[in-house]
């Protein structure tokens, strides 16, 4: 997990590649960054800050040689309330907390459990975190001089609606346009033109020569600051030991999938999901005390990354750098922007993240999936990040279960060769796919219903898999037919399952050991002939 040799194999005949790519990104992650932090409450100068140390760090202890990290939209939808709560404070205390916990998933080797979670849940979360965004920017183009609101976007964006001021909306709304257009234009000519900063620079050149009344970023510092632990008491931490779970949770959750979308890119190859939230967490610390905001690898800026020819994780460092030039020697032109520009860069991102394809894709697929994609994005809009995924886990869980026990069957089967007399006092039943809780119930009252015989066949060599509970339910089931005086015999366990059979007592439960078979022809041999002694 720690930083080797292998990390930079190729920088001796890719070094101007990582060069340009790290170039074309800081250029882009520059009014992201600004935007995300003024969008978090915390200001421009904790984005900014935080993508430079954020991005150095990730860059250098992560798992993935071309990820880019940095603040996101999704991480400043969870950040606004602990921002309003607890002020600067508090989020560079929270993001030091998340960043330990990330750390711990790492050491504790935890990175692959992202792979559980289902691809509508996942698309469901962007969905939801888009129009958030969005709704993020709407009291930033209606007035100069937005009131708090409700933490929850959609309610804010609602009533900012009563206190629009007609002459700067016109002015923030044209801003706003101006880059959008220039952010599709330019991506249809020619995606490595970067139309954001293209739309910012005319926005910002027009709020001189106009005098607008656009409301500024203002003054920006013209170093890092000096890193510092953040006081607290245990009260603070106390209060934000949940939202930490839940900063933690997000940034696991959103590094490692920006990763897998990574390697799959043009060839990079693999990567270490836990050394990546080693990385992630140490980036979040060190984001922390410097004064930014918890951080995550950033799918757009890391999707220009390897699309600008990176090939190591130099790129990103030199994107960081980059950043710290601007701020080194243009802050001055830079606190001149407006932040009606830098809402139209987000409000752009915003509408990118959906992704129509794949969302025509799941509501065309199956009523489940198109539930779970649904229940996400709206609990993510209308509630909180992480209670939508676990939310939709717990959707897609369920239908998955479902289904899972629809595979089961339960049914009588005919006896083989030749009908002899007795017969209809044998009952040969099979079981088959997977035997577990959801079916437990099913398969006891099937068997128990059966009258009539005097002997039971439980053909097992269908059952896939068993847990703990069917297996239970074998023993019931075996114990419950004895009683009523019905013999029970067993043919064909899998070899995997016998010890959980024996464990749970299913094996003991048989009236003789000789109640167990591996042929059918040999069990049915023994049931008629308990069939010929009972007559």
């Known amino acids: 997990m720690l930083p080797h040799r292998g990390d930079y194999a190729l920088l001796r005949e890719g070094w101007r590649s990582d060069l340009l790519a790290g170039l074309t990104v800081g250029i882009v992650a520059l009014p992201l960054a600004l935007g995300f932090g003024i969008s978090s409450g915390a200001g421009a100068e904790a984005g900014i800050v935080t993508a430079i140390v954020a991005g150095i760090i990730a860059a250098v202890f992560g798992g993935s040689n071309v990820q880019v990290s940095g603040p996101t939209g999704a991480m400043v939808v969870i950040l606004v309330p602990i921002m309003a709560m607890h002020g600067l404070t508090g989020l560079a205390v929270v993001s030091i907390m998340a960043g330990i916990l990330v750390l711990l998933a790492g050491i504790l080797k935890l990175g692959r459990s992202v792979s559980y979670i289902p691809w509508p849940v996942i698309e469901g979360f962007t969905l939801g975190i888009g129009v958030i965004i969005f709704l993020q920017q709407v009291p930033a183009i209606l007035t100069d001089t937005p009131r708090p609101h409700s933490t929850n976007a959609l309610v804010a964006a609602i009533q900012s609606l009563s206190e629009i001021k007609p002459e700067y909306f016109i002015w923030s709304l044209g801003a706003v346009l101006i880059v959008a257009a220039s952010m599709v234009g330019f991506n249809l000519v020619n995606p490595a033109i970067p139309g954001s900063l293209i739309g910012i620079v005319v926005v910002t050149g027009l709020t001189f020569v106009f005098n607008t009344p656009l409301a500024i970023i203002g003054e920006l510092p013209r170093t890092l600051p000096v890193p510092s632990v ?16 839940t900063v933690a949770a997000l940034a696991a959750i959103e590094s490692l999938l920006s990763a897998r979308v990574a390697s799959s890119m043009e060839g990079k190859g693999g990567y270490d999901p836990d050394r990546e939230l080693v990385g992630q967490g140490l980036a979040s610390i060190g984001a922390g005390l410097f004064g930014g905001m918890p951080a995550t690898g950033a799918i ?12 190591t994780r130099f790129a990103s460092i030199f994107h960081a750098l980059v950043l710290l030039l601007i701020i080194l020697v243009a802050a001055k032109p830079v606190g001149q922007i407006p932040y009606a520009a830098l809402s139209g860069v987000l409000m752009v991102t915003a509408v990118r993240m959906v992704n129509m394809a794949a969302a025509k894709a799941v509501l065309r697929s199956t009523r489940a999936d198109a539930t779970a994609y649904v229940v996400t994005a709206v609990v993510t809009v209308a509630v909180d990040l992480v209670v939508a995924v676990i939310i939709g886990l717990v959707v897609a869980g369920f239908f998955a279960l479902r289904m899972l026990a629809k595979a089961t069957d339960v049914k009588r089967e005919e006896l083989s060769g030749e009908p002899q007399a007795g017969d209809e006092n044998i009952a040969a039943i099979r079981i088959s796919g997977p035997l577990f809780f959801a079916v437990a119930d099913r398969v006891l009252e099937t068997v128990s219903r059966l009258s009539g015989v005097k002997v039971v066949i439980l053909q097992m060599s269908r059952i896939e898999s068993v847990d703990a509970t069917g297996a239970r339910v074998l023993f019931d089931l075996v114990q419950t037919l004895e009683i009523r005086g019905i013999t029970v015999l067993i043919k064909g366990i899998r070899p995997g399952q016998v010890e959980l059979f ?9 009236r003789h050991t000789r109640h167990l078979f591996d042929d059918m022809d040999a069990a049915l041999e023994h049931a008629r002939s308990h069939i010929q002694r009972a007559s």
């Open 230 to 245: 953040p006081s607290a008491d245990w009260n603070l931490l106390q209060a934000l030991a949940l939202p930490a779970v």
């Open 300 to 311: 757009a800026r890391t999707a220009v990354n390897v699309r600008s020819g990176a090939q």
């Open 502 to 510: 024996r464990t749970v007592g299913v094996l003991d439960s048989l």
